[in-house]
C-alpha cells in the first residue's frame, strides 16, 4: 500500500484534474513535442515507417532516427480509446508514477527483505522530487520540462538490472526477458541504456554471469536493432550543439542530497558487510560522477556532462533507503516485534521519505498545471475595482489567430521571430507547431536540435531576424539583427513567410521593404521575396577538398553572402572543379539554362519538371543519405545543408527510401524475433517431454 501511495503522491504532484482535460500540452520542450507522435499516428505508422522524414522542421530533418519510439508508439495506442492530449500528459507522468515499483522491484532482486525494500523503493521513487535541476532527467521538473522518454527510460533499466539479478541469484542463468526490456530501455532513451550496460559488466563475474548478461546485450540489441542500427549508422550527420561541460563539487553534491548521502554511506556499508550484490548499484554511484569530471577534462561536448549524474542522484536515494530500511526492522526486532511490527515499521520509514520528498516541493504543482492547462488554458486575468479577477488577455486567442491567419495563405515555410516572452502562450517554442496547426505552414525551426544537419544554419538565420534570439548552437559566427542578410539566408531555404513577434523587428522588417500580408497582434506576417524549392544553378558548383570537414567550410561559405549562387557541394562527378579554399568563388558558368515548375515536396517525396537537363538543379530539402533520385544524378550534400542532383530527364522524383541501415536493421529485429518464437517453442517441447 505505501508503494501504491507513494505512485499516487507522484500523479497527484503532476495536477491530475490537468491531465484529464482533452487539450494541447504545453511547457518546454513539451509543447513542441505533441507534434511528434500525431506525426507518427497520421503519417509514419500508415506508410508502414516508424522512422521516416518530415518537412515540419528545418527545410525537413529525419524523424525518430535520433530521437526514441517507444513512448510516443504508446502515446498513438492510447490516442485510440482516449483524446490525444490526455494520451500524451498521461504518458509523459508514467515514468514517475512507476519509479517507486521499479525500485522495489530492484531491491528485491538485490535480496533485501521485502519490509527494507519497500523503504528502498519509495526512497528511490521520491529522487523524482529533487527540485534543483530541470533538464537532467528523472525528475518532475525534468519530465514537464520535456525529458519524459528518460523517466520511462529510467524505471525500465532498473527493471532490466533486477531481472539479471534474479536471474543470476537463482542460478537460472540467461533468459529472454531481460533482453527484452533492455530493447524497451533503449527504445526509451540512450544514455540510460548506456549507464546501466556499464553497471552490469560487474555481473559479469559471478556465476552464469557471461551468458547471462552478453545473452540480453545481444537480444535487447536484436529486438531493438530496426531503430539502433540506423543510429549507430547515421551518427556522423547528427549536429554538434557544443555544449559546455561543467565541472564543480555543486553539481554533484546539491544541498538536498547531501542528508541522504550520509544514510546512503551507511547503506552500502550495511549491504557490503551483508555480502548483498550490490556491485552495480556501487558502479552507478562511480560512473556517473567520474564521467561528469571525465568529460569536462576532455573538452567533450557533444554530450552535456551533468546529463550522467540522475543516476547517482538515484542510486544515493534507493541506498538510503536501503540504510533506513535495514535500521527501523533491527529496532523492530530489538522490540521483539513479529512480522507486523517489521512491516509497520518499514510503511512508516516509507511515509517518511514520501513526505522528505514532498517538503521540498515548491515548483512541480505549479509547472504542471502551466503544461496540462495547455495552450488552450493561457489566459492572464487581472484584479478588477470591485475585488473581482477579469479576463485582461487571451493569450491562446492571440496564439490561434495568428494560425488562422496562416491559414489562410498559400502554403510555405515560415520563419519567425525567437523570443523568450513567447512563453506567454505556454512555451518560447509555441510557433514550432506552425505545422501541427496549419497544414503547409511547417516552421523553419524545431525541437531535437542535433537530429538535422540545417540546425546550425537555422540558428544563424535566427539571429538575424530576431531581436533577442536564443543562438543555442556554440561556436557560431552570429550577426545580430540584419535583414539583408537574414532574407538572402531565408531564400536560400526556400522561405515564404515571416512572423515578427516585437515592434524592433517589426519595423527592421517593414524599413527594408519586406511586404505586410497579415497583422493580429503582436504578430505581424510578410511575405518573403518569392523562390522556388527547386533551383536551377548558374554555375557548376565545387566540390570541397579543403583539410576542414564539410561542416565548417559551409559555415564559412554562408557567412559570404555575396557569393551564395556559388555552391559548394561535399561530392559531385569528376568534372566538377575542385578547391581548397573558400575564398575561391570563382566558377564556371553553365553551358546551358532552362527552368522548373510542377514542384512538389511531399514528407517521402519530392519532384518537379524541367527543361534544364544536365544543370545542377539546388534542392531545397535538408540532405540525408536515404534520398535517391530517379530522373537525375544525385543528390549530392550541398552548403549549407541541402542537396544538389543533375537531371538527366525531364521529369524528377526524389524520395526518401530504406538503406541498408534500416533494411539490415529490420531483419536483425525479425530474425531476433523469429530466433526468439523458436526457442520458446523448443523450451515449451521440452517442458512437455519432461513432464511425460
Not at 576542414?548 to 553572402?561: K, Q, R
Not at 541498408?660 to 515449451?684: H, P, S, Y
Amino acid at each position: 500500500m505505501v508503494l501504491v501511495l507513494a505512485g499516487a503522491v507522484a500523479f497527484g504532484y503532476m495536477r491530475p484534474d490537468q491531465i484529464l482535460i482533452a487539450n494541447t500540452p504545453t511547457g518546454g520542450d513539451m509543447g513542441a513535442h505533441v507534434l511528434l507522435p500525431a506525426y507518427l499516428r497520421d503519417v509514419l505508422l500508415p506508410s508502414g515507417r516508424i522512422l521516416g522524414w518530415s518537412m515540419d522542421w528545418y527545410a525537413g530533418f529525419p524523424v525518430y532516427y535520433f530521437y526514441f519510439p517507444l513512448p510516443a508508439l504508446v502515446i498513438v495506442l492510447l490516442d485510440l480509446i482516449i483524446p490525444y492530449g490526455v494520451a500524451f500528459k498521461l504518458v509523459t507522468v508514467a515514468g514517475l508514477v512507476a519509479l517507486p515499483f521499479a525500485s522495489y522491484y530492484l531491491a528485491r532482486s538485490f535480496g533485501f527483505s521485502k519490509p527494507i525494500s519497500l523503504v528502498a523503493g519509495v526512497a528511490g521513487g521520491s529522487y523524482i522530487f529533487m527540485e534543483s535541476f530541470s533538464i537532467l532527467g528523472g525528475n518532475t521538473l525534468s519530465t514537464l520540462a520535456g525529458e519524459y522518454s528518460f523517466s520511462w527510460s529510467l524505471a525500465l533499466s532498473l527493471v532490466y538490472l533486477g531481472m539479471l539479478l534474479r536471474n543470476l541469484n537463482s542460478g537460472r542463468g540467461f533468459s529472454v526477458g531481460p533482453g527484452v526490456v533492455l530493447a524497451l530501455t533503449a527504445l526509451c532513451h540512450i544514455i540510460t541504456t548506456m549507464l546501466i550496460l556499464i553497471a552490469t559488466l560487474p555481473l559479469l563475474l559471478r556465476r552464469k554471469g557471461v551468458s547471462t548478461v552478453i545473452g540480453s546485450w545481444f537480444v535487447g540489441f536484436g529486438l531493438a536493432a530496426f531503430w539502433a542500427v540506423p543510429l549507430v549508422a547515421r551518427q556522423g550527420l547528427m549536429t554538434d550543439m557544443g555544449w559546455q561541460p561543467i565541472r564543480g563539487i555543486r553539481s554533484v553534491f546539491p544541498r538536498e542530497i547531501i542528508p541522504l548521502a550520509v544514510l546512503a554511506a551507511a547503506g552500502v556499508v550495511w549491504a557490503v558487510a551483508r555480502r548483498y550484490p550490490i556491485g552495480p548499484a556501487l558502479a552507478m554511484l562511480v560512473i556517473p560522477v567520474a564521467g561528469y569530471y571525465f568529460l569536462y577534462e576532455i573538452e567533450y561536448r557533444r554530450l552535456y556532462n551533468v546529463r550522467l549524474l540522475p543516476y547517482w542522484y538515484y542510486f544515493i536515494h534507493l541506498l538510503a533507503g536501503v540504510a533506513a530500511g535495514a535500521a527501523v526492522v533491527a529496532a523492530a526486532r530489538r522490540l521483539r516485534g513479529g512480522e507486523g511490527m517489521r512491516w509497520l515499521a518499514a510503511g512508516a520509514a516509507g511515509i517518511f521519505f514520501i513526505v522528505g520528498g514532498i517538503v521540498g516541493v515548491q515548483k512541480t504543482p505549479s509547472w504542471a498545471k502551466w503544461n496540462y492547462e495547455g495552450y488552450e488554458g493561457k489566459q492572464e486575468f487581472a484584479l478588477a475595482s470591485d475585488g473581482t479577477w477579469v479576463l485582461h488577455t487571451d493569450r491562446w486567442a492571440e496564439y490561434q489567430s495568428l494560425m488562422e491567419e496562416l491559414d489562410a495563405l498559400p502554403a510555405g515555410r515560415v520563419m519567425w521571430e525567437a523570443n523568450n516572452d513567447m512563453g506567454r502562450y505556454g512555451t518560447p517554442m509555441a510557433l514550432m507547431l506552425t505545422g501541427y496547426w496549419s497544414e503547409g505552414h511547417p516552421s523553419m525551426e524545431g525541437l531535437l536540435f542535433e537530429s538535422s544537419l540545417t540546425t546550425p544554419f537555422h540558428f544563424l538565420n535566427a539571429s538575424e531576424v530576431s531581436q533577442r534570439p536564443s543562438n543555442p548552437v556554440a561556436g557560431l559566427n552570429y550577426r545580430g539583427l540584419n535583414f539583408e542578410r537574414g532574407v538572402t539566408h531565408l531564400g536560400v531555404y526556400g522561405v515564404s513567410y515571416y512572423v515578427s513577434f516585437t515592434e524592433t523587428a517589426r519595423l527592421a522588417a517593414e524599413e527594408y521593404g519586406l511586404e505586410m500580408i497579415a497583422e493580429t497582434e503582436p504578430f505581424t506576417i510578410f511575405a518573403l521575396p518569392e523562390t522556388s524549392m527547386v533551383e536551377v544553378g548558374a554555375f557548376i558548383p565545387a566540390v570541397w577538398e579543403g583539410d576542414s570537414g564539410f561542416l565548417d567550410a559551409s559555415l564559412e561559405w554562408y557567412d559570404n553572402v555575396h557569393s551564395l549562387d556559388r555552391w559548394l557541394v561535399r561530392d559531385g562527378p569528376d568534372d566538377w572543379p575542385r578547391i581548397d579554399d573558400v575564398a575561391v568563388t570563382a566558377r564556371p558558368r553553365v553551358s546551358a539554362s532552362g527552368s522548373v515548375s510542377n514542384v512538389v515536396v511531399d514528407d517521402h517525396q519530392i519532384e518537379f519538371d524541367t527543361t534544364a537537363i544536365g544543370v545542377p538543379h539546388l534542392v531545397k530539402v535538408s540532405y540525408f543519405p536515404n534520398w535517391k533520385a530517379d530522373g537525375a544524378d544525385g543528390p549530392y550534400r550541398a552548403a549549407p545543408s541541402l542537396m544538389v542532383v543533375v537531371p538527366t530527364e525531364g521529369h524528377v522524383v526524389i524520395s526518401f527510401q530504406d538503406t541498408w541501415a534500416e533494411t539490415g536493421g529490420k531483419w536483425l529485429t525479425a530474425i531476433t524475433l523469429l530466433g526468439l518464437i523458436a526457442l520458446a517453442v523448443r523450451w515449451r517441447l521440452r517442458r512437455r517431454y519432461a513432464a511425460v
